[in-house]
């Protein structure tokens, strides 16, 4: 969404690259199928929604605790699993007059 040039010119090379190669697009079509059912099938939903449950289940459990000991658990739960993953999501990006300019999460 930031980089709306190269975008257009991607998808403008994709569809000149089907046009000339038409087996492209099938190849993209069914690496895309291929995708959907490694990643996106009811069977692979379920074993999520179980999942969930169980932590649910926990969370139940856990919530017997006291605020002091649920903080500290959640705030270990962020350092080990969303500490290092946070770090990779870009910055908002805003048009300023002089040109691009990064805005701060923080």
């Given at each position: 969404?930031?980089?709306?040039?190269?975008?257009?010119?991607?998808?403008?090379?994709?569809?000149?690259?089907?046009?000339?190669?038409?087996?492209?697009?099938?190849?993209?079509?069914?690496?895309?199928?291929?995708?959907?059912?490694e990643r996106y099938t009811w069977?692979?939903?379920?074993?999520?929604?179980?999942?969930?449950?169980?932590?649910?289940?926990?969370?139940?459990?856990?919530?017997?605790?006291?605020?002091?000991?649920?903080?500290?658990?959640?705030?270990?739960?962020?350092?080990?699993?969303?500490?290092?993953?946070?770090?990779?999501?870009?910055?908002?990006?805003?048009?300023?007059?002089?040109?691009?300019?990064?805005?701060?999460?923080?």
């Amino acid at each position: 969404p930031y980089h709306g040039d190269s975008a257009t010119e991607r998808i403008a090379d994709f569809f000149e690259r089907c046009k000339t190669d038409p087996n492209y697009w099938d190849k993209i079509s069914n690496a895309g199928l291929q995708r959907i059912y490694e990643r996106y099938t009811w069977q692979i939903y379920a074993e999520r929604l179980m999942t969930l449950s169980g932590v649910y289940g926990f969370w139940k459990y856990v919530s017997k605790l006291e605020r002091r000991e649920t903080r500290r658990y959640l705030e270990m739960f962020y350092t080990l699993k969303y500490r290092d993953l946070v770090k990779t999501v870009p910055l908002a990006v805003e048009e300023s007059a002089d040109g691009l300019e990064e805005k701060s999460i923080e």
